[in-house]
């Protein structure tokens, strides 16, 4: 057992977010689970302090089950971070690169990686999670068999890495979210670049989309992202996820959600949160 404060995370030990907890919340314990909704119910029900929760990929675009899950957790977001993505082929000891004929990967990890494995000519053996297929290696050792993964997956599982960094782009980079299941999280520090989740839902009338975002031009607010979902499987586009740079106390900000209130009938803050500093760099 630890005293260490607990962050969940979605995946095997060894994932992506499990590096990014270590990475970002080093006094924390990490805790796996199966599944997104399985991470955040162990925020709301206190088994974890925070969840790392990963929304969006430079190549393959957003995580489609996290945004679903996001407006209905009752969790707020606290912290945004970018974390560069490096994935790995490795093998049991012993095993030669020449030998492998087939490759054990997510299939979201796997297609930032097709150029490697076109090159390879190696055939897909789907798993659920990255770091699941480097522990379904390690469980069932096979001399004609890789896995991709993270290089901490091959450190817990006693992997050897014949290729590294084998993602197609260099900016490869997943944008995590912090989310607690406190309602009223402390603001960011004072004078920090922040950013503002929100999510709505037009009024039925026309050109409401029009006027509730009309507001965020003619105050100069800049938005950085804007998300239409179906909503209890209608197909009408009408539920949003936004985001926009400033804090909702902020005089422009404040009146764009004034002017976004009037044309909708659900608004909701879900995070105000210190950008993080990879926004400038990139």
């Keep these: 057992m630890t005293d260490k404060p607990r962050i969940a995370f979605q995946g095997d030990p060894g994932a992506n977010s499990d590096e990014a907890c270590r990475t970002y919340f080093p006094g924390y ?69 020449d030998d492998v004929r087939t490759v054990i990967s997510m299939p979201f990890a796997a297609s930032q990686c097709r150029r490697t494995l076109k090159r390879l000519g190696v055939a897909l053996e789907p798993t659920g999670d990255t770091a699941a297929s480097a522990k379904a290696l390690a469980a069932h050792p096979d001399a004609a068999k890789a896995a991709i993964a993270p290089a901490l997956a091959a450190e817990l599982y006693g992997l050897d890495i014949v290729m590294r960094d084998i993602e197609d782009e260099a900016h490869n980079t997943t944008r995590f979210l912090v989310m607690t299941a406190d309602s009223d999280p402390a603001p960011p520090p004072a004078g920090a670049g922040c950013v503002t989740s929100f999510v709505f839902r037009v009024r039925n009338i026309p050109a409401a989309l029009y006027k509730a975002l009309g507001g965020f031009a003619t105050n100069g607010v800049n938005m950085t992202k804007l998300e239409s979902y179906m909503e209890n499987g209608a197909f009408t586009a009408t539920f949003f996820y936004a985001e926009v740079d400033g804090r909702p106390q902020d005089a422009a900000l404040a009146r764009a959600f004034e002017e976004l209130n009037f044309f909708s009938d659900h608004f909701e803050v879900l995070g105000v949160y210190a950008a993080d500093p990879f926004r400038k760099a990139a």
Aim: net charge negative; hydrophobic share 45%.
């Design 29 to 97: 314990q990490p805790v796996p689970h199966a599944a997104f909704d399985e991470a955040f119910e162990a925020v709301k029900s206190g088994d974890c302090a925070l969840g790392m929760i990963p929304v969006e990929n430079s190549i393959v675009g957003r995580v489609a089950d996290v945004h679903h899950l996001l407006p209905s957790s009752g969790l707020k977001i606290i912290a945004e971070h970018f974390k560069p993505i490096h994935f790995h082929l490795m093998v049991n000891p012993g095993t030669r690169l």
